[in-house]
């Protein structure tokens, strides 16, 4: 390996995300974090390789990182089906906004003071880390 790769690609790990989607989070914290996630919220690959167990009340966060809000095999409410077909892509930034606030993220994405979102919980903090978890237990690029 050449040394201008060999930097390149210790900068590509190092370097902090900008507006590309992806946040800066640490997907070890999220981990742990996604312990509050879990009585909702299950990951279970396409082949039905269990991630973390967990309920079923939300939808399956395995993919959710590049997938159109809505679209999972889940009945979510009709904003957030409204957001996936206005084009919102969930990326590290957007869910870890999402998860902060999801009636406030759903009301400002959709310009609608009357959205609401199924999901009433909140994530005051660790949202990045959880996004960058999931990103990380996700199916590869």
């Known amino acids: 390996m050449t040394r201008t790769f060999a930097a390149i690609l210790a900068l590509s790990f190092a370097a902090p995300a900008f507006a590309d989607g ?3 989070g640490d997907a070890e ?3 742990k974090t ?3 996630c879990k009585s909702c919220h299950m990951i279970v ?3 039905g390789t269990v991630v973390v167990k ?3 009340t939300g939808p399956n966060l395995y993919g959710v990182i590049g ?3 809505g679209t999972a095999d889940f009945k ?3 904003d957030i089906v409204a957001a996936g077909e206005a084009g919102l892509v969930w990326d590290e930034a957007n869910l870890a906004e999402y998860v902060a606030d999801p009636r406030e993220f759903l009301k400002t994405t959709l310009d609608d ?3 609401k979102s199924r999901m009433s919980f909140k994530l005051k903090k660790g949202g990045e880390d959880v996004a960058a978890y999931l990103a990380s237990v996700g199916p590869q690029s």
């Open 22 to 24: 992806h946040s800066t």
């Open 29 to 31: 914290a999220g981990e």
């Open 34 to 36: 996604f312990n509050k």
């Open 45 to 47: 690959a396409d082949d």
């Open 54 to 56: 967990g309920g079923k």
């Open 67 to 69: 997938r159109t809000a």
């Open 76 to 78: 979510y409410g009709k």
């Open 113 to 115: 003071p009357k959205a």
